[in-house]
T-cell receptor, first 114, second 109 residues
């Protein structure tokens, strides 16, 4: 089966600009996650969707970050305006429903904010 | 607060055995995961423990003690390709994953 797809793979922007990331989860996976991973740290959950509803967005900086998952499949994550500290890898993951539901990760988008 | 502790970095020799420890304090427990992450790549699933004991999968084994809030990942017959970061993650009472910072494993010939 095809894995989680993300684009772009790399993005360089200047602070105060906006940027958007796209994710296509594994077919049939109801749950979709966006993570921020800063170099040398573990992933930090930004937002979790179950189908097209938000399950958890408690760590999403809502003044600048937004995410949507229209139709319960693809998702986009937007940052507007970007800050220097947003430089990180943005990982999208998906999982089936169920107790074990290990997460499958996409290749990530490496964002550099100058 | 919720916390996952792992060593920052470990070094081992090709062909040897290494044990990576993980201790956790979380609000509830609904399973522990180990993921492998090569530099510049996404994490990939290695193992899942929800009951006490040892789970073996080829060269990799994972152990869990819920009463001690402790797990370890055991890697045998180390190969150069095992050089990576190993992430411990615990699912809490809300079924949210709490991630450790990862242990960078360096394999030397």
């Amino acid at each position: 089966e095809a894995g989680v797809a993300q684009s772009p793979r790399y993005k360089i922007i200047e602070k105060r600009q906006s940027v958007a990331f796209w994710c296509n989860p594994i077919s049939g996976h109801a749950t979709l996650y966006w993570y921020q991973q800063i170099l040398g740290q573990g992933p930090k959950l930004l937002i979790q969707f179950q189908n097209n509803g938000v399950v958890d967005d408690s760590q999403l900086p809502k003044d600048r970050f937004s995410a949507e998952r229209l139709k319960g499949v693809d998702s986009t994550l937007k940052i507007q305006p970007a800050k220097l500290e947003d430089s990180a890898v943005y990982l999208c993951a998906s999982s089936r429903s169920g107790k074990r539901n290990e997460q499958f990760f996409g290749p990530g988008t490496r964002l550099t904010v100058l | 607060g919720q916390n996952i502790d792992q060593p920052t970095e470990m070094t081992a020799t090709e062909g040897a055995i290494v044990q990576i420890n993980c201790t956790y304090q979380t609000s509830g427990f609904n399973g522990l995961f180990w993921y492998q992450q090569h530099a510049g790549e996404a994490p990939t699933f290695l193992s899942y423990n929800v009951l006490d004991g040892l789970e073996e999968k080829g060269r990799f084994s994972s152990f869990l003690s819920r009463s001690k809030g402790y797990s370890y990942l055991l890697l045998k017959e180390l190969q150069m390709k095992d050089s990576a970061s190993y992430l411990c993650a615990v699912r809490d009472s809300n079924y949210q994953l709490i991630w450790g910072a990862g242990t960078k494993l360096i394999i030397k010939p």
